[in-house]
């Protein structure tokens, strides 16, 4: 799928102060939309372990496929990935995002790609966007891995 390049969120708002948002990234149909607030709904919490076990998969399965249809996305435990390692992660992902624009920009995803640096899944010129830059790296398989997309700041992204 192809993604039309749009400019970045982080410097319209350097330009602006955040004080002129683009018609494209307001929703004024959702601002009425209720929000949670004082814990009257939590976020689904999905146990990794619990799909793998043959006596509890299909609970929690049950549960993943209802936050999935209801949320739109869930909370994961016990996935064996070390907490070092997730905070490790998190540092990277926001050092790189505190970068200078011009830095980033070297990461930019390009026409037709998804990797990169960018918005995904951006079709058409009208089409209402979020509010945030992403980047976008596929992991797995290691040989569909596009390096030129990969960050080389902070030095151990």
Partial sequence: MESLPVPSVQAMVAATGGADVPPRYLRPEV?????????????????????????AWRDESARLHGACQEWGFFQLVNHGVAD???QGIKANIEGFFQLPA??????????GQLEGYGQLFV?????KLDWADIVYL???PPEDRKMRFWPDKPANF
């Fill in 31 to 55: 601002a009425a939309d209720a929000v949670a607030t004082n814990g009257e709904a939590e976020i689904p919490i999905i146990d990794l372990q619990k799909l793998l076990n043959p006596e």
């Fill in 84 to 86: 070092d390692v997730i």
């Fill in 102 to 111: 011009e830095t980033k920009k070297q990461f930019a995803q390009e026409r």
């Fill in 123 to 127: 079709i058409s010129e009208d089409q």
């Fill in 138 to 140: 596929n992991t797995l």
